[in-house]
């Protein structure tokens, strides 16, 4: 069969739309071309008012809308003449029987429900925007995409323009227009649902179901490695709110890949932990530095010295505007991606001279509450480990992130620019993949361990570290410390004190917390216990 054989001409529409955009324009091409236009409500007043001849549908099946426009397109003389497969004589036959005509294109979109639960909590005011009659049509039309086109987005205007210059819609068309239409009820059903479980259900528990749809933003040119496929996908439901480093304007650069967006989403995360000024650099998915400083020219530099070597062809994240300070250092060394809330004009001149540096423009960490690892033949699932634990110990003292809930369990209290230290170090010690100890001093890392599978390696890596990256420096003497997890035996804690580190930040926990209390205290360093702990696999 050709092609022209296989067509469809448009002669009626129904039309029901809540975003009026382009809807005129269309029907005007749609009346142009001789097509008779039926529509509901404000949909069918918006073409009347432009002049388009336009039946209503309470006049098409002879029963006005009702309860308060919750009925008026769930009538049979609607629905059949969606529903019609035109292919079979029995079908035809049952329409002329019945005196119900045909539709060939359907054009739909749906109550505004994102725009409405994002922009109000009246919980009536959100269900009345769960569209009933526009999902049933979608469906109705996309199940008969045989005979019947159905379109969903102002976007696919120009393709009804294009079919009607054609003579009528292909089969190919009708396809991926129903591919579309389901899509699109499959966002809106799941945007719904979430809306609703987070309105019933305990927000600290594990919800009884998830629902998440996204769609393909672009492809990538492959993934961690050159023979996987891989691509960024943005998520339609629930619609995120909030920063987001799958949307971040792109100012400058060649186009990021996987592993761009895996450690660039580590390298936020690890800047806009801080409240100063303060700057990550991450190299596969762990920081080579972090600093805070009054400026972030300043945090920069003192992060680039933590680990020279390894911030070659590193990720960097500011939670502060990019200047021109900032910009002429981190000019000098190569880098692949430079994410901050915005840049100065004259510092993204700059960088932009870097032909293959990607900038991006990301205003913080993701707000949501819960994130999700593929295993096979399912997911797990966890709420976002934050800066913000705090609880109450049985004895009812506090406990958690503030240093003001801390712990002193051995040597003396923290002198307050050391306590700063301590209290930065257990900050930047949650961008650190586990086991994870990190050393600072001045509102900087000095050397990091991460990533071993015992702590006292962690430890002597972190030592090491500090004390061979910078000339051979001893940057350990007087430094802080934070693990990110309580020592297991003392043995971890003995190599930093070895090293000359004045003060640790643990969580605690273990079973030999008294040895590993012993060794501080033997020691005279000052140890505290926060009570939680910030694992990173």
Known sequence: MSQTASLIPIRRALISVSDKTGLVELGQSLVEAGVELVSTGSTAATLAGAGLPVQEVADLTGFPECLDGRVKTLHPRVHAGILANLELESHRQQLADLGIEPFQLVVVNLYPFAQTIASTSDYAQCVEMIDIGGPSMIRAAAKNHGSVGVITDPSQYDEVRTALTAGGTST?????WALAAFRHTADYDVMIASWLGQQLEDEAAAPAWWGRTYRLEHPLRYGENPHQGAGLYLQTSPQPTGPS????????GKEMSYNNYQDTSAAVRAAFDQDRPAVAIIKHANPC???VADSVATAYSEAFACDPVSAFGSVVAANRPVD??????AAKVFTEVIAAPSFEPEALEILRQKKNLRLLEVAGDSPETWEFTTISGGMIAQQVDRIDAHGTREDGTAFGDDPADWQ?????AAQPAQLEDLAFAWRAVRSVK????????DGAS????MGQVNRVDSARLAVERANTLMDGQNRTEGAVASSDAFFPFADGLQILIDAGVSAVVAPGGSVRDGEVIECAQAAGISLYFTGTRHFWH
């Open 446 to 449: 000095v050397g990091i361990g």
């Open 245 to 252: 480093l799958a949307t971040a304007p792109q100012l400058g």
């Open 434 to 441: 586990s086991n994870a100890i990190l050393l600072a001093r």
């Open 324 to 329: 021109v300070a900032l910009a002429q250092q």
């Open 408 to 412: 002193l369990v051995a040597g003396p």
């Open 289 to 291: 530095g972090i600093a």
């Open 172 to 176: 190919d068309q009708r396809r991926h």
